[in-house]
Structure formats: C-alpha cells, structure tokens
C-alpha cells in the first residue's frame, strides 16, 4: 500500500509540477524553443530545423538549415505574447541537457508540438521518449508524404545525419 501511494504521489506530481495556468509566451528563440514566464521551454516531440549560430567563444558561425527560419517565423505569429499552458510528460525526463523545461504547449484546445509537426515544420522526435511518440510520428509520416512544410521546400536529405528513414541513400549498384 505504501509502495502505491509513494508511485501514485510520483505520477501526481508529475502532471501538476508544472502549472497549469495560463502564462505568456515573452520570446520565441527558434521553432521548438520558447521562454513562459522565467523558464526556457522546449517543445516536447518535435525538432525543427536549426537557426543560423552567430560565431561566439571562439566558434564558428554555424549556417541556418532548410526551414528554420519558416518553423520559427509560425512559432512567433502562433504564440509570442499569447496565453499557453504548459503540460509536462509524464513518461519522459523533466528538463534536457540544456535546463530547458520540456513541454506540451497548449494555445487554447491546439497542441502547438502536434501543429509543428502535422504542418512539416518538424520532424517527430524519435529517439527519447514521451508519450505522444507514435501520434507524431504518423503525423510526419503524412506531412512527408504529402509533401508539407520542409519536406515540399527541402532538398534531401531531410533532417540531421544519421536519419536513415529521411535520407537518400544509394544502392550498392550506385543507381
């Protein structure tokens, strides 16, 4: 019993940790990463396309990709200065490596991590958890096929190296 009640105030915890008040969206910094209040917050499930890097510590500059600058141009009509409501995931890690705060963004009854995605300004984010992990998938599975967003405008391959299901590879016959 004791043991229910220790996971049952775990799970509780989880949902309510994060509040579930309307905030305000003060900044967009590209298409997956917004600032709500004090917290920098990283769009669950979705990853869109880099924003070009200004060279700093004694790095280089690093390009924009194919749609970045699309992905965080919807972000700011869709969000900056609106009310959302954040909602953690219970399956998956609080914060990334980064601090950010990871979350669902709600404008209204819209789920802004699904529009990112079903609208191809995103690719589905496969490789950590969460539970929303095979919705998003199909819906990039259709964006893709459909030819929406970054997967009508991009040149292949789409998304980052390593990503064998968006690249074209060659046959061993080299056609």
Partial sequence: MVRFLLSLSLVVGLFTSCPASQQTVAWVFDG??????DKRVRLIGVDTPETE????????????ECFADEATQFLVARLKGKEVRLEEDPTGDRFDRYGRLLAYVY???ALINRELVEKGYGKAIRFFPYHRKDEFIRLEDAARQQLRGLWGRCPPPHG??????????PSRSGN
């Fill in 53 to 64: 890097k200004a060279a700093r510590d004694g790095r280089k500059a690093k390009k924009g």
């Fill in 107 to 109: 404008l209204g009854e």
């Fill in 160 to 169: 980052r190296p390593g990503d064998r299901r968006s690249r074209s590879v």
């Fill in 32 to 37: 997956d990463t917004i600032r709500v209040g």
